[in-house]
Each structure stands twice: as structure tokens, then as C-alpha cells.
């Protein structure tokens, strides 16, 4: 069974930058939809980054766009999502994804994410 384990995160202040890893084991991560999600404080689970393991497009949520990175790195079974410009409304636990063809997801432990203003 796929398990993933984050590493990353922490407090930093507006404007800096933070980089998340999520490394798989158990499966190759390229068999699989990979992303990233976030749940800020009060909020809904969402989604704001991720890969399609059908055609490898990249696609991101408008707020993070442009700020975030989304990678991976197949070799070391790891995807990455580099955090740029950072601002208080990113604060929130970050998840990383990872999404089977047959409809099962795998979940990342969560990483919490603190940008003090």
C-alpha cells in the first residue's frame, strides 16, 4: 500500500519562502495523480496544485499560482511543492495527495504552515 510522508513547513513571515516534500513508498508515485491540498484554520479542504498521471499537465488554484511550484522528482519517488511569496492567508495544514486510477487516495501526514503578517 502507497504511504506518503511529508517533511517541511513550519512558521516564517510575509513574503518568504518554505519548500514541502512528500516522499511515497510502498508504489511508484508516477503511477498516480499527485497534488497538493490545504486546510486553513475554519476552511474546507482544498485543493491547489497538482499533476495528471494521464497527459502530466500541471494545473494550480489562482490564489497560489504563480507563487507555488509544483514538482516531482521520479527518481527519489518525491514530489515537491515550492512555497514563494508567502502571505498570512496561506497559513494552513498542507497535505500532499496522491490519486489511483481505480478512485483510491492517499493521504500525506499534514504539515502545518504558519506566515505571521
Known amino acids: 500500500q502507497l504511504q506518503l510522508v511529508q517533511s517541511g513547513g513550519g512558521l516564517v513571515q510575509f513574503g518568504e519562502s518554505l519548500r514541502l516534500s512528500c516522499v511515497a513508498s510502498g508504489g511508484n508515485l508516477g503511477n498516480y495523480a499527485v497534488g497538493w491540498f490545504r486546510q486553513g484554520p475554519g476552511k474546507d479542504r482544498e485543493a491547489i496544485a497538482g499533476?495528471?498521471?494521464?497527459?502530466?499537465?500541471?494545473w494550480y488554484e489562482d490564489s497560489v499560482k504563480g507563487r507555488f511550484t509544483l514538482s516531482r522528482d521520479n527518481a527519489k519517488n518525491t514530489v515537491y511543492l515550492q512555497m514563494n511569496g508567502l502571505k498570512p492567508e496561506d497559513t494552513a495544514v498542507y497535505y500532499c495527495n496522491a490519486h489511483s486510477f481505480l478512485g483510491t487516495d492517499y493521504w500525506g501526514q499534514g504539515t502545518q504552515v504558519t506566515v505571521s503578517s
Open positions: 499533476i495528471s498521471s494521464i497527459d502530466d499537465k500541471y
